[in-house]
């Protein structure tokens, strides 16, 4: 399981949505070790794509305000966001990427914090302690997607 070979990192979460019917979108992270959740309504009519950025951002973004010392890993279901985070290119959201990538090489108290991002839908969907997590991702979706 995924999240068993990042045992060692502090695990973060990420998801984005968009509900089809009337264009909202959503982001979301989980920081299960610390029990924190992050959810946030986006601009309508956003792509998946750019709210699975968002959602990156947001938690690395938090990480960084945070006191934690280990490595962190980002897991998310997005195979595209981190194609595009790693080659550094995006024909429609490179603004995103750069950000992200500025996020991942700022210096964490005095030195560079270690990422991994990693794809971790089928890890994190199998995972009985990590389920019920991802429900409340997807219920606070529901409830921001009206």
């Known amino acids: 399981m995924i999240g068993n070979k990042y045992s060692e990192h502090l695990q973060i979460y990420t998801d984005g949505s968009k509900n089809p019917e009337n264009g909202n979108t959503a982001c979301a992270f989980v920081v299960p070790e610390l029990n924190h959740t992050e959810m946030y309504k986006l601009d309508t009519n956003l792509t998946v794509f750019t709210s699975e950025l968002i959602a ?18 980002i897991l998310t279901d997005s195979l595209s966001s981190i194609q595009a985070i790693n080659s550094g290119k995006s024909k429609t959201r490179p603004d995103k990427i750069h950000a992200i990538k500025t996020l991942i090489l700022k210096p964490k108290r005095g030195r560079i914090q270690t990422y991994k991002l990693r794809m971790g839908a089928i890890s994190y969907r199998n995972s009985g302690q990590l389920t019920s997590r991802q429900g409340s991702i997807r219920r606070s979706h529901a409830r921001l997607n009206r």
Do not use: D, M
């Not at 938090?62 to 280990?70: C, E, G, R, Y």
């Open 56 to 73: 990156i951002e947001k938690a690395l973004k938090w990480n960084l305000t945070q006191n934690i010392t280990n490595q962190t890993a």
